[in-house]
């Protein structure tokens, strides 16, 4: 599946713990990567400085639903879930 163009919700709903250019630390959930345009698009992608981590990440219908929103809210649910595991 291809994402859904100008859509960016999994660059804002979850966090990314691996380094990113000009984040060392990551991001946290909930923030906007700084790399997401106006209009949604990496500026990042299809570069060398474009994280491994969103490379490795691929869209699936689960993730996305009808809109952007749907996937906003499942991926922020995926991420509370993830982050609320006890081990």
């Not at 999994?10 to 991001?27: R, T, Y």
């Not at 990567?33 to 992608?45: I, T």
């Not at 490379?55 to 996937?71: L, P, W």
Request: aromatic share 6%; charged share 20%; net charge negative.
């Amino acid at each position: 599946m291809e994402c859904r163009p100008g859509c960016g919700a999994c660059c804002i709903a979850i966090s990314i713990s691996s380094p990113l250019p000009g984040m060392p630390k990551g991001k946290p959930a909930g923030m906007r990567c700084p790399h997401l345009a106006d209009d949604n698009y990496c500026r990042l992608h299809g570069t060398a400085q474009y994280p491994e981590v969103c490379h490795r990440f691929t869209a699936a219908e689960e993730h996305c639903g009808a809109s952007y929103q749907e996937a906003f809210d499942y991926l922020t649910e995926l991420e509370r879930l993830t982050n609320n595991q006890q081990i």
